[in-house]
């Protein structure tokens, strides 16, 4: 294994001068603005991407792949959206009201809302992300069954609801109550696991772009989820994606809506500022 | 489960035209197993049909070799303003159909 040996040492020269540069030009940022506006806390480590780096993972795809997902006619991540915005005016039983009878048209309603999660939750001490929100509307104002993770009524509400934000750059501030979220997500992602021992640091920083059996490396950017994925032949979520990789890894495969796992997409979140939404994605 | 029927906007008259149809469905091939060794039954759409004002444009039988969430594209020639009606039917008889409007313009 050629990458767990130059991994050993850490990041190349190059790279890490550059986040070296970076690093300093971060506090120097969070320092000029003042200690009480701005969180302080250091992206910069073993995992992060320079701005001219981060590239979408559809760079990283077959032309085939990249038109199917950039023509809304023929992308199938659409019949989950389809299903979203029919879902959106249902009620689902005849006394309670539907998403639309309180949030309104969705693409207005909804526009910006993908960003926001996953978000602290004060009160319960928790992350939540979309998901989560959309089921606790569901449990507590709609009075019915919360959807089970990975469901088609799950995803397809999601999905509509991340379609409102698509072509929306990720945010590249961060409330200040997720700075915890984010340094243990942070650490998660430069974390050696699984007996393979590799952090998702070593393949999707270190050696993005290079060959991976049959497939080449991504970035591990979150923006194009929920996505449709050819090996899954339907639509799924960030979620799964990263549970795929653990399992690639050979982890232990974390549960779904596991506080791991939300710490991680505010990472991977934070990671891929600037990179615009562009979920329904289609990924191999 | 849901479709699409996809054709342009408002074709001219006498026009070829492509038509695209995306349905959502498993296409469980039969040839799958669970985890606890059991196999997944057989589930494809057995039956695609797709008219245009009531006349038969497309009838199609798919079978196992057909992945998941089917694409399909076709092109016709087309006269008149009308609906677009697919239907389908699956192995455990479920029926779906799906409706679309097509307005021609005369030049």
């Known amino acids: 294994m050629q990458h767990k040996s130059v991994m050993t040492s850490g990041l190349d020269p190059w790279r890490r001068l550059s986040s070296l540069i970076a690093q300093c030009s971060l506090l120097v940022g969070v ?8 969180a302080q806390f250091n992206a910069v480590g073993p995992g992060w991407l320079q701005p001219h780096e981060r590239r ?28 979203g915005a029919k879902l959106w005016s249902e009620s689902p039983s005849p006394q309670a009201p539907s998403c639309q009878s309180c949030h309104l048209s969705a693409p207005i309603s909804m526009k910006g809302v993908a960003l ?9 001490k928790r992350l939540i992300n979309l998901d989560k929100r959309i089921n606790e509307c569901r449990v507590k104002k709609q009075h019915a069954q919360a959807f089970p993770y990975e469901s088609d009524e799950m995803l397809a509400l999601s999905s509509w609801i991340t379609l409102a934000s698509r072509g929306m750059k990720l945010e590249n501030s961060i409330d200040p109550s997720l700075v915890p979220a984010f340094e243990r997500g942070k650490a998660f992602y430069e974390k050696r696991i699984g007996q393979n021992n590799l952090s998702c640091a070593h393949c999707h920083t270190a050696h993005f772009g290079q060959r991976l059996g049959g497939e080449i490396i991504s970035q591990g950017q979150p923006h194009a989820y929920p996505a449709y994925r050819l090996e899954w032949q339907k639509m799924g979520s960030l979620q799964r994606r990263l549970r795929a990789c653990l399992s690639g890894v050979k982890a232990a495969i974390l549960p779904f809506g596991s506080e791991e796992l939300l ?18 994605g289609v990924r191999r | 489960m849901g479709a699409r029927i996809l054709i342009p906007p408002s074709p001219k008259a006498g026009d070829v035209i492509d038509i695209r149809i995306l349905i959502q469905h498993p296409m469980e091939t039969g040839f799958r197993h669970e985890l606890s060794g059991s196999a997944v039954p057989k589930n494809v ?15 199609a039988e798919l079978g196992t070799g057909t992945a998941a969430n089917p694409f399909l594209q076709f092109q016709t020639q087309l006269f008149e303003s009308g609906w677009f009606t697919l239907s389908w039917v699956d192995d455990l008889g479920v029926e779906g159909t799906e409706r679309v409007q097509c307005n021609t313009r005369a030049s």
Do not use: T
């Not at chain 1, 710490?263 to 329904?280: A, H, T």
């Not at chain 2, 759409?45 to 009838?59: A, E, P, S, V």
């Open chain 1, 31 to 38: 320092m000029s603005l003042g200690a009480d506006a701005v």
């Open chain 1, 56 to 83: 979408s993972g559809l760079a990283f795809k077959s032309e085939d792949l990249q038109n199917q997902q950039n023509d809304d006619a023929i992308n199938p991540g659409f019949l989950w959206v389809d299903q």
């Open chain 1, 116 to 124: 926001k999660y996953p978000l602290w939750n004060a009160r319960e």
């Open chain 1, 263 to 280: 710490e991680l997409e505010v990472y991977l979140n934070f990671r891929g500022q600037g990179l615009r939404l562009e979920s329904p």
């Open chain 2, 45 to 59: 759409i057995r039956q695609l049909k797709l008219d245009f004002n009531g006349q038969l444009l497309l009838d």
